[in-house]
């Protein structure tokens, strides 16, 4: 029996303001900008159907606001758990790459995951810490299932929120021949456990198309809240009254989940200003259309949460 469903608008107003170009340095927000969070060991999954929705960009533009809001540092962990294409040391602008999630794997394997090894395989950005992902196509394997879920009970502890950026595959039967070893299995642990997860798409047909067609396979996976975010809204692609179409054409597909919406504003100079030096969106240009949005998603995700037992 389908539950009822309710949809969260998210006003898409910001004036996009030139700011200077910097390193990985702090930039303080004003006080009105600050999202108000109560985080209690919250694992956020951020993922999306095939094709480039700007997830990465996302999951690194919400893991800096979070921390901004957070009293300490280090209680915000951003982890790249797409072992087929890892982007967010990309996105963070990382001189030297290290498979920060292969190195803590392994250590957690053998019981030997301690503080300091934290610290070593987690870079430090501003607020919170990232972990980079797989960047060796060929050493996934080494993130089986019994690796995977290891790493994030571990990384659970670590960390007030834990966001994992997972990749699009959500197929439980694909299986490497030679291994034995299910491909999908890191993406498929964190949905499983996930407290939140975000599914993303972008205000186009194909986008959307993609994202319905993926959504009965996504709920299936996931035992916590899902929110549907609509980046890169616009009305370019779909035409007038894009908001509402969007949302009749989602209500009509009769989910067995409550229909919670939210819409991310288009901002492509921001996002590329931030990109090209290296940066979180909302570290680079936080006072840009597209910041905006992410802070009000923050805030959603925040009064959305319910603290429920994990699977696993």
């Keep these: 029996m389908n539950r009822r469903r309710s949809v969260s608008d998210v006003e898409e107003t910001a004036e996009v303001q030139p700011t200077r170009r910097r390193a990985l340095r702090r930039k303080p927000l004003a006080q009105a900008q600050q999202v108000p969070v109560a985080l209690d060991s919250l694992m956020l999954a951020v993922w999306s159907p095939q094709g480039s929705t700007g997830r990465s960009t996302l999951a690194a533009a919400l893991a800096h606001t979070f921390a901004k809001s957070n009293v300490r540092s280090g209680h915000v962990l951003l982890v790249d758990a797409d072992s087929y294409a890892p982007a967010q040391h990309l996105i963070h602008g990382a001189n030297e790459i290290t498979a920060g999630i292969l190195a803590a794997a392994r250590l957690i394997r053998q019981e030997r995951y301690l503080d300091q090894e934290h610290e070593r395989v987690t870079l430090p950005v501003g607020d919170y810490r990232l972990m980079t992902g797989v960047t060796v196509a060929d050493r996934w394997p080494e993130l089986d299932d019994h690796a995977s879920s290891l790493l994030i009970h571990e990384l659970g502890q670590r960390a007030s929120l834990n966001i994992f950026d997972v990749s699009p595959e959500l197929d439980p039967a694909l299986v490497e021949p030679s291994l034995g070893i299910r491909r999908n299995q ?43 975010v609509i980046n890169r809204m616009r009305t370019s692609a779909i035409g007038q009254n894009a908001k509402r179409q969007i949302l009749e054409v989602l209500s009509s597909q009769e989910l067995a989940i409550p229909l919670e919406v939210v819409f991310v504003p288009d901002d492509p100079r921001a996002c590329d200003e931030s990109l090209l030096a290296g940066e979180p969106v909302t570290l680079h240009r936080n006072r840009s259309a597209f910041a905006k949005g992410v802070r009000e998603l923050a805030s959603r995700i925040n009064s959305t949460h319910v603290h429920t037992a994990r699977a696993g």
């Design 186 to 228: 890191l993406t498929l642990a964190v949905l499983q456990r996930a407290d939140v997860v975000l599914a993303i798409a972008n205000a186009d047909p194909v986008s959307i198309a993609r994202l319905i067609e993926s959504l009965p396979r996504l709920i299936e996976a996931v035992n916590g809240r899902i929110i549907i």
